[in-house]
């Protein structure tokens, strides 16, 4: 199938976004341009950060998508004519009802610190104000968030959507100018990140000694351990879909006294796998040796995320429901295997 020329530029600009960790981490975030009735999109599980090395983005019917929308269908089939054995991102719907030619989803840290918390809507009117934009409450990805935004946007012409516990969308009529976009919502949403303690390395690595853990590659991870305020977050329940995902709900965290055999012990006696990361309070975080490269890049994100939440914050956790509904999803369970073979 013919590809846009168009489609060069979304590589250019989806890599140079898929390379910044602020803006995405792992596998998260999609972009997206229409041509005619198709829709290029990023196939769910790839990485935008692939987007000149690899084929990432395949072909969707634009009426197709948005007759499936309306229908309650899931899956959106690729174009009749599409050459590829990947499917099409889990938020297709959303990329097809928003009416800009390009759309860029990114879960941007700052806007995820802003987008977790219940206290914030004053503080983003004045921060996005002159911007056409709209926040919407969390909402299941795939369906359930593409009706959520088709009902928004029926009623306003929106350039910015907040995701609550989610992250960012932006529409533009190029790639240059959906880029654009992005990072004058971060500038506006930016806050100052917090430091941490500093890591006791031989400390942590003695901890991991005989045990299916090792220290993660990035050392900004040991930050949600040695801030007790980070911890208190990053304990207290899941904050967005990809914290799910790829770390599990919620973290567990080391007890004075206590060794790693015994936070993996009661989930194998259940059949179930250890958990992917876990915190020592005071010294570090750990991860399993295991872990995929976007379990690591999760763990740096909640790092990121955590660090920038001020003392007063009112935190908003997604229920167990929530949770679950992710968990037990195909789609991320598809997700999850392209990124552990990526």
């Known amino acids: 199938m013919q590809a846009p020329a168009q489609l060069e530029d979304l590589r250019r600009m989806s890599a140079r976004v898929g390379n910044n960790i602020l803006l995405v981490q792992g596998a998260g975030g999609n972009s997206s341009i229409k041509h005619d ?3 290029w999109v990023k196939a769910s599980g790839t990485w935008l950060a692939d987007a000149e090395r690899k084929e990432i983005f395949v072909p969707v019917s634009l009426s197709a998508a948005r007759a499936a929308l309306a229908q309650g269908h899931e899956r959106v089939p690729l174009s009749p004519h599409a050459i590829a054995t990947l499917r099409a991102s889990i938020e297709t719907s959303l990329h097809a009802l928003m009416p800009h030619p390009v759309v860029l989803h990114v879960h941007s840290v700052n806007t995820i610190a802003w987008a977790v918390r219940t206290d914030a809507r004053n503080e983003l ?3 996005l104000d002159g911007l056409a934009w709209h926040r919407l409450d969390y909402f299941h990805p795939g369906l359930p968030l593409a009706h959520a935004v088709n009902a928004v946007i029926a009623q306003n012409a929106i350039d910015v959507l907040i995701l609550g516990n989610h992250g960012l969308v932006v529409g533009a009529a190029d790639c240059e100018a959906a880029e654009a976009l992005v990072h004058e919502v971060e500038k506006r949403l930016a806050m100052p990140p917090r430091r941490a303690a500093p890591v006791d390395e031989q400390a942590l690595r003695k901890i991991c000694t005989g ?11 040991h930050n949600i351990a040695t801030d007790s305020f980070s911890r208190a ?28 055999a015994a936070v993996a012990a009661p989930a194998g006696a ?4 250890p958990p992917v990361a876990a915190l020592i309070a005071g010294l ?8 995929s490269s976007g379990a690591e890049a999760m763990l740096t994100c909640l790092a990121l995320v955590t660090c920038r ?18 968990l037990n999803w195909d789609a991320e369970h ?7 073979h990526r």
Do not use: W
């Open 233 to 260: 977050i990053a304990t207290g329940g899941s904050l967005y879909p990809d914290h799910v995902v790829f770390l599990g709900p919620g973290l567990p965290i080391l007890g004075e006294g206590k060794d790693l």
């Open 211 to 221: 045990t299916d853990y090792r220290m993660p590659a990035d050392l900004l991870c």
């Open 125 to 127: 009117a004045n921060r």
């Open 37 to 39: 009735d198709v829709l």
């Open 309 to 326: 939440l001020p003392l007063n914050a009112e935190i908003a956790y997604l229920s167990i429901e929530n949770e679950q509904a992710l």
């Open 270 to 273: 259940n059949g179930l796998c």
């Open 334 to 340: 598809y997700r999850r295997q392209l990124t552990a």
């Open 284 to 291: 570090g975080a750990v991860i399993r040796k295991d872990a």
